[in-house]
């Protein structure tokens, strides 16, 4: 009986790191998430995107033909959208998380220079630097990260979209499927076992 136990244990033991998954978020900072109006270049005051788990210091939303990650059918007059580091200013953007999140995957361009992706834990201690240099293209980055700052030596730098992970772990329906059925497996060995005694 002990053994049947152990294996009902062992199964959702198993099968519980699969109940659960974080809620994955992909902005793209059109107006259908957010409506800014269709300028070319809103300075945000950082807490437009707060229902989205993010917030924003020296960052502006763009509307620019130049972006190469297409925002259709959300275009405005067939230009795309995203966020840029105002370079009026220190020249770097900083976009912070309400959780933090694993990893972050961008889609960024720069118009000269290249782009800098700096990393900070929740203790604003800093996990990485990241010279994505220039032109565009899409960067995974790891870690408990908390906030991020992307910069340039005074080009133009862009994220046209941002993925990442928001809030806490949400069960996931198909694997209390699973859990369900590890469990009742479990049970009909551990009856078995009972009626064998």
């Known amino acids: 009986m002990r053994n049947a136990v152990k294996m009902v244990l062992f199964v959702v033991a198993l099968l519980l790191p699969l109940s659960a998954q974080a809620n994955t978020v992909t902005l793209h900072f059109t107006n259908n998430e957010v409506n800014l109006g269709t300028s070319s270049a809103i300075p945000l005051s950082g807490n437009e995107y707060a229902a989205f788990g993010i917030s924003t210091s020296n960052v502006y939303r763009y509307i620019d033909s130049r972006d190469p990650f297409s925002d259709a059918p959300n275009q405005v007059s067939g230009k795309n959208l995203g966020i840029g580091a105002n370079i009026n200013s220190n020249g770097i953007g900083i976009v912070g998380f309400a959780t933090p999140t694993p990893f972050i995957t961008i889609d960024w361009w720069t118009l000269s220079g290249q782009e800098t992706i700096d990393l900070f834990d929740p203790a ?54 699973l859990l369900g059925t590890g469990m009742i497996g479990g049970i009909g ?3 078995r076992r009972i009626r064998l005694l």
């Open 124 to 177: 604003h201690t800093a996990i990485s630097s990241t010279n994505l240099g220039s032109g565009h293209g899409t960067t995974t980055l790891t870690g408990n990260i908390s906030s991020f700052d992307f910069h340039d030596s005074g080009g133009f730098v862009a994220i046209a979209d941002l993925t990442y992970s928001q809030g806490p772990l949400v069960p996931e329906p198909s694997s209390f499927l």
């Open 189 to 191: 060995l551990l009856r």
